[in-house]
């Protein structure tokens, strides 16, 4: 406790620069998993290569993954642009499932009378079933950014300073409250990031009620862990 007190400046610039990492990262796999979503729930013949695929990359270890990324992209490996790539890899592998589903969880029924009434592609998805699959793809979001937000303390293992600082350094020096802040840290970064995005779903999306994102949030958390 006394070493908490101590360096609560430490822990703090640490929790600025993981929540600065980790951001991108969040944003850019939700905007790449769109189409890749899409792709996969509307044509059946690509779904399985599409969800087959980002699943593997989810199964790359994050090492090997710093190591390849310099080779394929230029970036330093010892550099934060190699952390925010790998981070949006990983983010892409879960999303694209998640927006698949949540496309699929759309009612035909729905789709057919916005066909009817005149709705062409590009405006039935944005108008209709985007904002219908909202809860399950708010559900994908949030467990896409806990998950970042605690693959980001590898960072430090090529060089790039967040709270994984807390938990080598720590153990290094075997100070276990160094260890322990780490894991309340992160811990309270990940309540943070998901207490927004459920206010942000319940503004976004005033239509939906507060059991349908439990129960989506539910049905998410479920897949995951079946694939992990």
Do not use: K
């Given at each position: 406790?006394?070493?908490?007190?101590?360096?609560?400046?430490?822990?703090?610039?640490?929790?600025?620069?993981?929540?600065?990492?980790?951001?991108p990262?969040?944003?850019?796999?939700?905007v790449?998993?769109?189409?890749?979503?899409?792709?996969?729930?509307?044509?059946?013949?690509?779904?399985?290569?599409?969800?087959?695929?980002?699943?593997?990359?989810?199964?790359?270890?994050?090492?090997?993954?710093?190591?390849?990324?310099?080779?394929?992209?230029?970036?330093?490996?010892?550099?934060?642009?190699?952390?925010?790539?790998?981070?949006?890899?990983?983010?892409?592998?879960?999303?694209?499932?998640?927006?698949?589903?949540?496309?699929?969880?759309?009612?035909?029924?729905?789709?057919?009378?916005?066909?009817?009434?005149?709705?062409?592609?590009?405006?039935?998805?944005?108008?209709?079933?985007?904002?219908?699959?909202?809860?399950?793809?708010?559900?994908g979001?949030?467990?896409?950014?806990?998950?970042?937000?605690?693959?980001?303390?590898?960072?430090?293992l090529?060089?790039?300073?967040?709270?994984?600082?807390?938990?080598?350094?720590?153990?290094?020096?075997?100070?276990?409250?160094?260890?322990?802040?780490?894991?309340?840290?992160?811990?309270?970064?990940?309540?943070?990031?998901?207490?927004?995005?459920?206010?942000?779903?319940?503004?976004?999306?005033?239509?939906?009620?507060?059991?349908?994102?439990?129960?989506?949030?539910?049905?998410?958390?479920?897949?995951?862990?079946?694939?992990?």
């Amino acid at each position: 406790m006394n070493w908490v007190v101590g360096n609560l400046d430490l822990i703090g610039s640490l929790t600025l620069e993981h929540l600065r990492q980790c951001v991108p990262p969040i944003l850019l796999g939700f905007v790449i998993a769109i189409p890749l979503g899409w792709l996969a729930h509307r044509f059946r013949l690509t779904r399985g290569v599409v969800l087959t695929l980002v699943g593997l990359l989810y199964t790359i270890p994050s090492l090997a993954l710093f190591a390849i990324l310099p080779t394929v992209t230029g970036v330093g490996f010892l550099s934060e642009t190699n952390l925010v790539i790998a981070l949006t890899i990983y983010a892409v592998a879960i999303m694209a499932r998640s927006i698949a589903d949540a496309l699929g969880s759309v009612d035909p029924e729905v789709r057919r009378a916005a066909v009817a009434v005149g709705y062409g592609p590009w405006r039935r998805f944005w108008g209709v079933e985007f904002p219908l699959a909202g809860p399950v793809v708010l559900a994908g979001l949030r467990v896409t950014a806990v998950s970042t937000i605690a693959l980001a303390t590898v960072g430090i293992l090529i060089g790039v300073d967040n709270l994984g600082y807390l938990f080598t350094n720590g153990l290094q020096r075997r100070i276990i409250a160094e260890v322990l802040a780490g894991v309340v840290a992160v811990m309270a970064v990940a309540l943070v990031i998901d207490a927004l995005l459920v206010l942000a779903g319940r503004l976004l999306m005033p239509w939906a009620p507060r059991r349908a994102f439990r129960s989506a949030t539910a049905r998410v958390q479920a897949a995951a862990g079946a694939r992990a």
